[in-house]
């Protein structure tokens, strides 16, 4: 449970403690996440079609595209919770809204990916948007001086942002990938203009919470697709043996992700905007690397049973190269902060090469990354255990 002051009907919407103790996530928000995975399951079974078809770059670029989307849509809130949730009903109603929209997002998303008909997800994203408008001008209308600028910042460069979004709906489907990445290095642009003069009171502990809850649903997402994936191919297929390996290397790689992931407290690293912002984007290769696993074991188990027409090679690699990824990611935004000396620092990128070299191994691809995957936690697991067993023996030293 959050820890709000007070629960009135309705209150002026000020800004929470950034030092605020026993700061965790609050019901509403985990109904927020769990919203997404409905939105993030669309994203894969896209991916896990057109990979599957032999179309893996159009793929992959509705898939990054989407996916931002996505992403994109939960940062807004996220980071905005974490500053002025205070928990009344007029908030609650607006969060409320905004997941309505995260659901027509989703609805959308199959659409978008076949026909690259954006509507459905457009409109979700007004309504989301709307929603979080209408919350930041509350904020301007409850503050003052430089903090009003900075609500009033907000809420208009997001309505200019979503403007912009309108052009995928009048663009010709050659310039909308252009258009896309343009309108997301804007979006990404809004919040460094925003709190150049003021920043927001995010909570450090709460946004380092929230990610890793996030990271969590990812992951079982992950999960829920490859098990669909391998119990399908057994009662249709009656393939175990082929899809037994598949099955195994699978889980080691989520088990190894979940591992890697929360080895370290990430929140006394988060001391800056600026070290919070460079964290918090870097989460969208985290977040969609952790989500496309699940796919390519989707894809790998197509293969196997003769479903996808891709060879192994391919259907290995849609496994390996976002595992490789994900291990590559979470070491260059936290985990490095808490290595000491070149042989922990290089167990995660040794790692990611090692992993992407098992996609030439065929039919045991996948099971050699998760074995790989493994030993990169219990490689970790033993350097650190011995330098903290070191330091234990060392004697302290008198001034």
Known sequence: MTSSP????????????????????????????????????????????????GHAGEGILNYAMIFFAIWWAWMNFTWFASAYDNDDAL??????IQIAGVLVLAAGISRAFEDHDFLAVLVGYVIMRLALI???????????????????????????????????????????????????????????????????????????????????IVL??????????????????????????????????IFAAWWIYFVVPIHG?????????????????????????????EVAVEQAVGKAHI??????????????????TVWLLHSRYFKVGIAQQLVLPVAALLVISCTFLGDWAVLAAGVVATLAVVTGTTLTARRAARERQEPVRVA
């Not at 007070?6 to 985990?30: I, K, M, N, Y």
């Open 134 to 216: 209408a919350q930041w001008l509350r904020v301007a209308r409850s503050a003052e001086g430089a903090e009003r600028t900075m609500a009033l910042r907000y809420a208009f460069g997001v309505l200019l942002c979503q403007i912009g979004w309108l052009g995928l709906l009048v663009l010709p489907e050659g310039g909308r990938p252009w258009l896309f990445l343009v309108m997301a290095v804007l979006e990404m642009c809004v919040p460094l203009f925003a709190e150049r003069d003021h920043p927001t009171s995010w909570h450090p502990h709460h946004i380092a919470e929230r990610y890793g809850l996030f990271t969590i």
């Open 91 to 96: 908030y609650r109603v607006v969060t409320l």
């Open 6 to 53: 007070t629960h009135s009907p309705l209150r002026r919407l000020t800004a929470r403690g950034r030092d605020e103790a026993h700061r965790v996530a609050s019901p509403l928000e985990l109904l927020f996440d769990l919203c997404f995975v409905v939105a993030i399951a669309q994203a894969g079974v896209g991916l896990v079609h057109f990979v599957a078809e």
């Open 311 to 328: 060879s192994t090679l391919a259907a290995s690699s849609a496994v390996t190269l976002p595992t490789a990824l994900y291990l590559l």
């Open 220 to 253: 079982g997402e992950t999960i829920a697709a490859a098990t669909v994936a391998v119990k399908s191919g057994i009662a249709e297929n009656d393939a175990l043996d082929e899809l037994l390996p598949i099955a195994a290397g699978g889980l080691l790689v």
């Open 269 to 297: 690293h988060l001391r800056s905007s600026r070290q919070a912002f460079l964290w918090g984007y870097g989460h969208y290769l985290v977040f969609a690397s952790a989500a496309a696993i699940g796919a390519g074991l």
